[in-house]
């Protein structure tokens, strides 16, 4: 307390197939002061051959590992958790990618998987932010490819129920050339959600900052 902060503790990660390595890439704590965190931990396939999975864990205030899902990943590509937020209402949000697409998966606090759910598998597809939402539902930001130009990528806003139900998606492309770099996401106390990015006429052109709100 005060200026003179002392080491209190270290926490390691402990995974069910001892993960060799990875990185931490998210970190929040709920009202009970239980640690989540979220990023990478990479798996020996053998043959000196590795795969990011993406895992979640959970530590209590003291240090201790509470919890842990390691979601596997496929070899040619990196999963990751890159976004995690408890939701003040008794859960756990965690984005990131996964299967070259969008992964998003809502825990309770002691770990159980209440619903997971993937976007644009095996296509590139980039998530950015999320935000839970006061009615146990959440939304998700990030970039999807055009199917016809993989050089061509949109902002997308989606939106799930509480149950993990997509009630909508929403993305927005400036021109049918330009490209969009989604950056980041908030919601208001009214329910409008503000989505914050850059946009190009195209792949060459100079990217132009936007602001986006969606009622």
């Known amino acids: 307390h005060g200026t003179n902060r002392s080491f209190e503790w270290l926490a390691r990660l402990s995974t069910p197939d001892d993960n060799e390595g990875g990185a931490a890439l998210a970190i929040d704590i709920d009202n009970a002061g239980n640690i989540y965190a979220g990023g990478t931990v990479f798996r020996d396939t053998g ?16 240090g201790v590992q509470r919890w842990v899902d390691v979601v596997p990943g496929e070899a040619d590509e990196a999963a990751r958790i890159t976004r995690i937020e408890a939701d003040g209402l008794g859960a756990v949000y965690a984005t990131g990618t996964f299967d070259r697409g969008w992964l998003t998966t809502k825990y309770a606090d002691n770990g159980v998987v209440l619903w ?3 976007l644009e598998p095996n296509t590139g597809a980039i998530a950015v932010d999320q935000a839970p939402l006061a009615d146990g539902g959440g939304a998700v930001l990030g970039e999807t490819v055009q199917f016809d130009n993989v050089n061509v990528r949109d902002a997308t806003l989606v939106r799930f129920d509480s149950d993990g139900v997509l009630l909508w998606r929403r993305d927005f492309s400036n021109l049918a050339t330009s490209t969009e770099q989604a950056a980041d996401l908030s919601v208001d106390a009214a329910g409008n959600f503000y989505v914050t990015g850059l946009t190009a006429e195209n792949i060459e052109s100079p990217h132009i900052p936007f602001l986006l709100r969606y009622s």
């Open 47 to 62: 043959a000196l051959r590795f795969v990011n999975d993406a895992v979640v864990a959970s530590f209590s205030p003291s």
């Open 116 to 118: 997971r759910n993937t």
